[in-house]
């Protein structure tokens, strides 16, 4: 296992585009030891000014639904396939995912999480290496080999889908409601849902 600096990129040139495009580098953020992590697609506008995952209008969705899951943002990590803003907030391209992708690996080693949770259609295709319908497969649970490690991923939908679409805000609710479950780590006295339950 490493330690926490390996999973804090302090520099990186690996991509020409998302070098132009970002103004820093955005490493993942929680504690080291937690036993869900987040992986969502690479920072917007947000994050590249603050330096942090998920702080933006998908942020505050992730942050308010954890919320209904019991669960609480600082305890668990999150971060992002790529690290580095791309341009106009396009989809990171494959080489960009493939250089980024040991900086991911060493931060899953060190973190060895319980469950990982990947939030949209890139990370669960880019860690389970295939097509993934993820409106349709949100909420299911694999076994997965990364980096020869066995690992156990949950996919689910990314939180911004919900701003588009008031459905999925249900869909996104439960794959949370269950990775809470799954890592067992659900405050028993919070969520929503739990309330529904009575
Ligand atoms: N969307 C992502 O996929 N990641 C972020 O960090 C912010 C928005």
Do not use: W
């Not at 999150?78 to 080489?95: A, F, S, Y």
């Amino acid at each position: 296992m490493g330690t926490m600096e390996d999973c804090c990129v302090t520099e990186c040139t690996r991509c020409p585009a998302l070098v132009d495009s970002r103004s820093r580098i955005v490493n993942g953020v929680g504690p080291e030891d937690a036993d869900l992590l987040f992986v969502g697609e690479g920072p917007g506008a947000n994050e590249d000014e603050h330096g942090e995952p998920f702080v933006g209008r998908s942020g505050s969705v992730l942050d308010d639904a954890l919320r209904t899951a019991g669960l609480d943002r600082h305890d668990i990590r999150i971060t992002n396939c790529v690290r580095c803003r791309p341009p106009e907030n396009r989809d990171p391209k494959t080489d960009e995912l493939a250089n980024c992708r040991s900086y991911l690996e060493r931060e899953l080693a060190t973190v060895d999480p319980e469950v990982i949770v990947t939030l949209g259609k890139v990370p669960s295709e880019h860690l389970l290496e295939r097509s993934v319908a993820v409106t349709k497969e949100a909420g299911d649970l694999e076994e997965v080999r990364i980096d020869g490690a066995p690992r156990r991923l949950l996919i689910s939908v990314h939180p911004a889908a919900t701003l588009y679409d008031r459905s999925q805000a249900e869909t996104f609710e439960n794959a949370l409601q269950r990775a809470a479950e799954l890592a067992g780590v659900a405050d028993s006295e919070g969520g929503q849902s739990r309330l529904d339950g009575f």
